[in-house]
């Protein structure tokens, strides 16, 4: 696979204390098998999809036993440092410089300036998800903030990105939604989505990136994640891009389901940001 473009999404990972706990959670909710752990690197596990690597588990490193669980998504960098520099310089925080990987690459992490934390990578050997938006795979993420102007501001000054903001229409649940969609620069290819948090969220959750995995059937994975202890916080719904599903796992990692098979209404019409 050749490298993603600069702020595609490339990769996803997870930290969890119960990192046995995890692989059978989602081994069963998204089909997933496990190599063997890296001890090397932290005992880092990658997941599999039909053979394909498609994210990664690992367990909390020294002294990181109170840091919650949580789906980090890494965005393709050609240059991390430079990516880097562009983080701090658009009022983000680097929580992990720059380091090398062994031959896998480069990584960084980043907390942006309204609290979510991303992550940063230049690829090495390991180009990043070896598929996307099948089942089992990574498909899409958004942003959810509660200070857009800042998330906003951050990501076009960091990434290559051109932005459109979705109109409600007449739907009247959707009326005042703040939501944006961001693409790699003029070629229309959206990679980010960008929700303004309302009152309906708890204030004690902060900014955080949701990333959604494609489901072959959107009630099947949720009727599993409940079995197994996940909770469900939002749908099954039906939507024009499919029927989707908001989720935390056991361990309090959120993430998203979407069959991108299974979809109703009109696409919404989109406006220049």
């Known amino acids: 696979m050749s490298d993603f473009p600069e702020g595609a999404p490339c990769w996803a990972d997870a930290m969890f204390k119960d990192v046995e706990g995890a692989k059978s959670f989602y081994g069963e909710v998204l089909g997933w098998t496990f190599g063997e752990a890296a001890t090397e690197y932290g005992n880092y596990t990658q997941a599999y999809s039909d053979g394909k690597a498609v994210a990664a588990v690992v367990p909390p490193m020294p002294g990181g036993d109170d840091v919650p669980s949580a789906w980090c998504l890494y965005f393709a960098s050609h240059d991390v440092a430079k990516t880097a520099e562009k983080i701090k310089g658009a009022g983000g925080t680097l929580l992990m410089e720059p380091m090398r990987v062994g031959s896998f690459g480069s990584m960084a992490l980043a907390r942006e300036p309204s609290g979510a934390v991303l992550g940063v990578w230049q690829a090495g050997e390991h180009h990043g998800f070896e598929k996307v938006a099948e089942p089992g795979a990574y498909c899409w993420a958004e942003v959810f903030t509660r200070a857009p102007e ?99 796992d056991p361990q309090g990692a959120a993430f998203a389901v979407i069959d991108t098979t299974t979809t109703a209404g009109e696409m919404p019409r989109m406006s220049d940001a």
Not at 188 to 205: H, S, T
Not at 225 to 233: P, Q, T
Request: hydrophobic share 40%.
């Open 150 to 248: 800042k998330a906003d501001a951050f990501l076009q000054a960091v990434f290559p990105y051109s932005a459109k903001k979705i109109e409600p229409g007449d739907d009247p649940e959707a009326q005042g939604m703040d939501f944006k969609v961001f693409s790699l620069g003029d070629s229309g290819n959206p990679v980010l989505g960008r929700m303004k948090m309302g009152d309906e969220f708890p204030a004690e959750i902060p900014s955080y990136i949701q990333v959604y995995f494609t489901v072959a059937n959107c009630d099947d994975a949720v009727a599993a994640a409940k079995k197994l202890g996940g909770r469900l916080h939002f749908g099954p719904m039906d939507s024009p891009f499919g029927r989707f599903a908001a989720l935390t």
